[in-house]
């Protein structure tokens, strides 16, 4: 057999290495889809050898689930951070505002309509991929305001019987027209940050008119 040659770095170049494929093969992806995407590129892209690529992800169908879980857990994570944990004393109305623009701002964006698009052209051939977008996405966003709802539950300042269903309706209430209208429409019509934030408030106000004790 073959030796492949090892290629030269230091500590810790494995690990750039791998992000240098994952950086990479986002970009191919993204501007080729998935068929029109072949490890050669992906490794000329990256600057390492093919076998290297293969050393980290054993096939091109590991590589785009490893693309899919890196963008969408990145996203549910910046949503996460910049809302910041519900705090006692905080006006709830305005928490739930602020968390639901910047959901829409952070998802709401060509590189993630992008990803979205040529995994839905996917699934059909690559469950896998519709399941690593949803788990890394809504279901991960869902659990999280799950929680929050939990909180305020049993704090009393909100009626919520289904922390659950609660926040699967109020990401939805939120995600659903935008989302949809960016993906079938294109890039193009993806509300202006005034429009995101109109939509933000007047889906909060709907949320809180069902959820809000009388």
Known sequence: MRRVAREPGGIGS???????????AA?????????????????A??????QTVYNNFANKEML??????????????????AAGAWRTGTDIGEYLRRYAYRQLS????PRLMQLRRVVIGEVSRFPQLGKCLYEGGPKRAMAALAKVFAKLAERGLLAIDDPELAASQF????MSEPLNRA??????S?????????????????????????
């Open 27 to 43: 970009v191919a992806f993204l501007q080729n889809g998935y068929l029109g995407t072949n490890m050669d590129e992906v490794a």
């Open 64 to 81: 785009f689930i490893a693309i899919v879980t890196q963008m969408t857990n990145a996203g549910s994570d910046a949503v996460r951070d």
């Open 171 to 174: 990401n939805w209430l939120i």
């Open 45 to 50: 892209l990256a600057g390492v050898a093919k």
């Open 190 to 214: 993806i509300p202006n940050p005034a429009a995101l934030r109109r939509h933000a408030d007047e889906s909060v106000r709907t949320f809180l008119a069902a959820y809000t004790r009388k």
């Open 183 to 188: 993906m079938l429409l294109g890039d193009g």
């Open 14 to 24: 494995s690990a750039k290495k791998r992000q240098a494929i994952l950086g990479a």
């Open 106 to 109: 952070i998802v709401l964006t």
